[in-house]
């Protein structure tokens, strides 16, 4: 074994002198690079599951306003389609309506032309008979005269 120590070298006060380098560098290292660097992980790894969590409760919220959205849509919808059949089924009875007040309107309209039609026929009638009349007697006026004047000739 002295061989080989003499061979290579070796020396055993180096040796223990560079083992307790290493020993001093290792500590310095655990204690000033590998505890904040463990510290900085394991926050870094808290806040990813954090992230992970609050994207679940973020989607589980998106998913039920998702929900909640659609529902109202629908809702809204249905009362929009009701609405709008109150109004066509309103429109649509305004115009039977509407309707029925023309008819009137026209039946009204017609029942006072016959009115009006039937009373200028009597009134036409009326002067006929009237004229009629007129023309008989002033012919009977002649007549009476000419018969007069046949008799006074005679």
Same mark, same amino acid.
Request: a neutral charge; charged letters at 30%.
């Given at each position: &074994? +002295?061989?080989?120590?003499?061979?290579?070298?070796?020396?055993?006060?180096?040796?223990? %002198?560079?083992?307790?380098?290493? =020993?001093? !560098?290792? !500590? /310095? $290292?655990?204690?000033? #690079?590998?505890?904040?660097?463990?510290?900085? &992980? %394991?926050?870094?790894?808290?806040?990813?599951?954090?992230?992970? @969590? @609050? #994207?679940?409760?973020?989607?589980?919220?998106?998913?039920?306003?998702?929900?909640?959205? @659609?529902? #109202?849509?629908?809702?809204?919808?249905?009362?929009? +389609? *009701?609405?709008?059949?109150? =109004?066509?089924?309103?429109?649509?009875?305004?115009?039977?309506?509407?309707?029925? @007040?023309?008819?009137?309107? !026209? %039946? #009204?309209?017609?029942?006072? =032309? *016959?009115?009006?039609?039937?009373?200028?026929?009597?009134? &036409? /009638?009326?002067?006929? *008979?009237?004229?009629?009349?007129? $023309?008989? &007697?002033?012919?009977?006026?002649? $007549?009476?005269?000419? *018969?007069?004047?046949?008799?006074?000739?005679?």
């Amino acid at each position: &074994m +002295d061989s080989i120590i003499s061979t290579f070298h070796i020396d055993w006060k180096i040796i223990i %002198a560079q083992a307790l380098n290493f =020993g001093v !560098v290792f !500590v /310095v $290292l655990y204690i000033f #690079a590998l505890k904040p660097l463990s510290k900085l &992980m %394991a926050e870094r790894s808290q806040n990813i599951r954090k992230g992970i @969590d @609050d #994207a679940k409760t973020n989607a589980a919220l998106l998913s039920e306003t998702r929900a909640e959205y @659609d529902a #109202a849509i629908v809702k809204a919808k249905s009362e929009a +389609d *009701k609405i709008f059949q109150e =109004g066509k089924k309103e429109a649509e009875q305004k115009r039977t309506i509407m309707l029925e @007040d023309a008819k009137k309107e !026209v %039946a #009204a309209m017609v029942e006072g =032309g *016959k009115k009006t039609l039937e009373a200028e026929k009597v009134k &036409m /009638v009326e002067e006929a *008979k009237s004229e009629i009349v007129n $023309l008989a &007697m002033l012919a009977t006026e002649k $007549l009476i005269k000419s *018969k007069q004047d046949l008799n006074s000739l005679s």
